[in-house]
């Protein structure tokens, strides 16, 4: 299976400063035919299931604010939150769909 | 808008089967792939597996032996059953679509989730 690792399990962070949230795979997620790596971020909010917010690691789903970014290539990975709101308050995953079992990193906590 | 609601029996005796249905609503089953995940209380995300609009499926080797999924697309439903469970597969159970027609990989939309404790 892939371990996907996520880095650091909890982050604070002030209301408008930036978030970075890191992701590193055990293998190789770039798929060299299409140059697509095949990684997604979700956001759970506490008492809520995941909500889509990238796909191929840096595609920002649609109607997701642009504050959040993705980055990287690879096995390293990194998921950016521009400018704190209170509304982010939520723990973070990435998840790899290169290969079954499709795996899921262990989440970060992020708060205010 | 396509919404996904899970439901199916909150409480499994130990060594029985666990059995959930995620009705589609809003939307057809057919053209996307379909994938059950589970949370065990405060815990992280697991992958169970995928089922295809046509019925191909693809679970986790770790509960490959206990899982199976179906659709049923007159009903615009999938379902999950997981044989002899333990107290180990208590868990928060989703639905997801694929978000792209024919694609497996990134979901959305999830379902709200349903919560199912294993005890006797």
């Known amino acids: 299976d892939i371990v996907m690792t996520q880095s650091p399990d909890s982050l604070a962070v002030s209301l408008g400063e930036r978030a970075t949230i890191n992701c590193k795979s055990s293998?190789?997620?770039?798929?060299?035919?299409?140059?697509?790596?095949?990684l997604a971020w979700y956001q759970q909010k506490p008492g809520q299931s995941p909500k889509l917010l990238i796909y191929w690691a840096s595609t920002r789903e649609s109607g997701v604010p642009d504050r959040f970014s993705g980055s990287g290539s690879g096995t390293d990975f990194t998921l950016t939150i521009s400018s704190l709101q209170a509304e982010d308050v939520a723990v973070y995953y990435c998840?790899?769909?290169?290969?079954?079992?499709?795996?899921f990193g262990q989440g970060t906590k992020l708060q205010i | 808008q396509v919404q996904l609601q899970e439901s199916g029996p909150r409480l499994v005796r130990p060594s029985e089967t666990l059995s959930l249905t995620c009705t589609v609503s809003g939307g057809s089953i057919n053209s996307f792939y379909w994938t059950w995940i589970r949370q065990p209380p405060g815990q992280g995300l697991e992958w169970i597996g995928y089922i295809s609009y046509s019925g191909s499926t693809k679970y986790n080797p770790s509960l490959k032996t206990r899982v199976t999924m179906s659709v049923d697309t007159s009903k615009n439903q999938v379902s999950l059953k997981v044989t002899s469970v333990s107290a180990a597969d208590t868990a928060v159970y989703y639905c997801a679509r694929g978000a792209v027609p024919g694609v497996v990989g990134w979901l959305d939309p999830w379902g709200q989730g349903t919560l199912v404790t294993v005890s006797s």
């Open positions: 998840q790899q769909y290169y290969d079954t079992p499709y795996t």
């Open positions: 293998q190789n997620l770039l798929y060299r035919s299409n140059n697509k790596n095949y």
